[in-house]
């Protein structure tokens, strides 16, 4: 029985793709077999650590939870999408600077979760910053340096 596959056309951090897929492939597992791009993490498959977090069309979505075939036409933003030209983006040199990763498996998520945020420009405080965060699960850091490197950023966007 032939294998039957679906084509998936949009654009990943700017650049286009079209590839066949398996109906059953996650968006995440398409990522990362697929296009090669392995910065999108596999934590719990279950849409609860946030580990998988890309942004979709500008919304920040768990890519373990969707299939690739729903991603047709999307405009795709994985963590390999942030620096620019070899430099890190704000946010990253943020967390560089607050000590806000330690393993790093967590990171991609986290960065594409406040990233997301960040452009709805939803963040005024640390209140709003934990919320941000609480999408996602991290092991090692305890949050300290995650809170103030979303706390950094937001000020810097709006000049405070």
């Known amino acids: 029985m032939p294998e039957v596959t679906h084509p998936v056309r949009g654009t990943v951090n700017g650049e286009p793709f079209d590839e066949a897929v398996d109906p059953r492939m996650t968006l ?8 090669r791009l392995t910065g999108t993490h596999l934590g719990c498959e279950h849409g609860v650590c946030g580990a998988c977090t890309i942004i979709v069309d500008g919304a920040a979505t768990r890519s373990c939870l969707m299939l690739a075939v729903q991603a ?8 390999e999408g942030l620096a620019e030209e070899g430099e890190l983006a704000p946010l990253q040199q943020a967390f ?3 000590h ?3 393993c790093g498996f967590c990171t991609p998520g986290f ?3 406040v990233t997301a945020a960040l452009r709805e420009d939803t963040v005024r405080d640390e209140t709003e910053a ?3 965060l609480s999408g996602n699960i991290c092991r090692c850091t305890g949050y ?5 490197s979303v706390l950094d950023v937001a000020k810097g966007q709006r000049g405070a």
């Not at 300290?144 to 103030?148: A, D, E, K």
């Open 144 to 148: 300290t340096g995650l809170v103030q």
């Open 130 to 132: 934990r919320e941000v």
């Open 72 to 79: 047709d036409g999307a405009a795709l933003e994985t963590v």
């Open 96 to 98: 560089k600077r607050n």
């Open 100 to 102: 806000a990763l330690q």
């Open 111 to 113: 960065l594409m979760s």
């Open 28 to 35: 995440a597992d398409f990522l990362r077999e697929k296009l």
